[in-house]
């Protein structure tokens, strides 16, 4: 009997609740063996009724420790200097990492042996871990965070008619069978990590912002509100054939539908920095990290065929009806623009894709015509410095104008995104726009 603590011996004096955070560590390691009845100077001790403390130490690793490590474990009674000691011997588990249930897949419930303590593991060892167990692809591992909500993915999933209970959850594996929440989970769950960022620009470059939002919460959120935004800048341009009046929306709706879906459904979200959009006058541009999967080319997509990185969340957004098949998105948005002057760019390199979709009504003369300052717009400008708000009223006082052309005035100046307007009727006034 080795009677010398070390990285693979622990002494406990009585059953205490820290045996469950030794279980853990030797579990999560290479193993060893805890010896109940001996005590910190190396005393044996000895234990009162072993099979009661066996009973008690089993019923505290099974149900406070995840996932299940009970096969890992062995219990026995020996007799050590005429005294009863129990010993608890843990293999390395197979399912690593293992962690208190009460601490989750974090730092302060993750344990690791080293030397003669049990210490909590880093978030690296953690995430090796769970690559070395559940494979690298990301849908698959388990989430770091497993204290999830659902209010989004419920709202969606409701309006939609899709049933969205525990079933549902482990056919769809945002749980897996040790009822972990998956990556999957994390995406659709309140606490995803990923985010989208939205940049506005003002002119065709980056020289100047007008607006920057970063969205969060469920991908299914994020989905909505980013398409929301987006909106409110696709604006409408009305053109007359004879006597019938067109309207051109500056981007094609069923385009800036499909890029986004794309953008969310094909990212890797192995990495952590955010998607970005960005919204400039002649273009909008969608940029999702990942390049292409190997063995494909750009030009196998333009030809339709996709090979789906995130399958489990192609096939979730599939179900709520928001995609049809993979490989229909890109042809859809390349027809969106048929006939219409200019075509969609993509270009993708080893690590993003980028979807590039041209302003249909934007033209270089006439919108830097648009977009010059008046100087009764600088003028209204320069109040709004040492006011927070104005309203009609204001400008045609400021500016000695009647009612309708004040009403004119701040209509363009929103249109050209340099005020925002709040309020209806009586109520109605106008800020700044807001800047990063």
């Not at 063996?33 to 190396?42: A, E, F, R, S, T």
């Not at 999830?148 to 594996?173: D, H, Y």
Request: glycine share 6%; aromatic share 8%; with cysteine.
């Amino acid at each position: 009997m080795d009677y010398k603590e070390s990285e693979t011996v622990e002494w406990k004096t009585i059953v205490v609740e820290d045996i469950r955070k030794e279980v853990v560590a030797f579990a999560n390691c290479n193993g060893g063996k805890i010896l109940i009845g001996i005590n910190d100077q190396g005393t044996v001790v000895g234990v009162d009724d072993p099979d009661e403390a066996m009973l008690q130490v089993s019923n505290m690793v099974r149900d406070g420790i995840k996932p299940d490590v009970t096969m890992f474990v062995r219990y026995k009674t020996e007799d050590i200097q005429g005294k009863q000691i129990l010993t608890i011997e843990v293999q390395r588990g197979s399912n690593r990492p293992y962690y208190l249930s009460k601490k989750g897949m974090r730092p302060e419930g993750v344990y690791v042996r080293q030397g003669t303590s049990s210490v909590p593991s880093s978030d690296t060892a953690i995430r090796a871990m769970i690559k070395e167990t559940d494979g690298d692809r990301y849908e698959d591992l388990r989430s770091l965070t497993q204290d999830l909500t659902f209010q989004a993915a419920n709202a969606e999933f409701s309006k939609r008619n899709v049933a969205f209970a525990l079933p549902q959850m482990k056919t769809l594996e945002l749980l897996n069978r040790e009822d972990i929440y998956t990556n999957v989970g994390l995406l659709l769950s309140d606490q995803c990590s990923h985010t989208i960022k939205v940049a506005v620009f003002q002119g065709t470059d980056q020289s100047v912002f007008k607006d920057r939002r970063e969205f969060c919460g469920s991908l299914l959120q994020q989905l909505n509100d980013v398409y929301d935004y987006i909106s409110t800048y696709n604006r409408t341009q009305a053109t007359f054939d004879k006597l019938r009046r067109v309207d051109t929306k500056d981007y094609p709706e069923v385009s800036i539908r499909e890029a986004l879906l794309n953008s969310l459904v094909h990212r890797d979200y192995s990495y952590s920095a955010s998607t970005l959009i960005r919204i400039y006058d002649d273009r909008l541009e969608f940029v999702s990290l990942g390049g292409l999967l190997t063995g494909v080319s750009l030009d196998d997509i333009l030809l339709g065929l996709s090979v789906c990185r995130n399958p489990k969340l192609a096939n979730i957004f599939y179900r709520l009806e928001l995609i049809e098949s993979c490989g229909t998105g890109i042809r859809k948005i390349l027809s969106a623009y048929s006939g219409l002057g200019s075509t969609p760019t993509i270009e993708a390199t080893s690590n993003a894709f980028r979807m590039i979709l041209p302003n249909v009504n934007y033209s270089t003369s006439l919108h830097a015509d648009y977009m010059e300052t008046s100087d009764q717009e600088q003028s209204v400008l320069n109040l709004l410095k040492r006011r927070e708000y104005i309203t009609r009223k204001d400008v045609e006082d400021v500016l000695q104008v009647a009612q309708t052309t004040s009403g004119r005035l701040l209509r363009r100046m929103v249109d050209k995104l340099l005020l925002q307007k709040e309020g209806r009727g009586k109520s109605t006034r106008y800020r700044l726009l807001q800047k990063p």
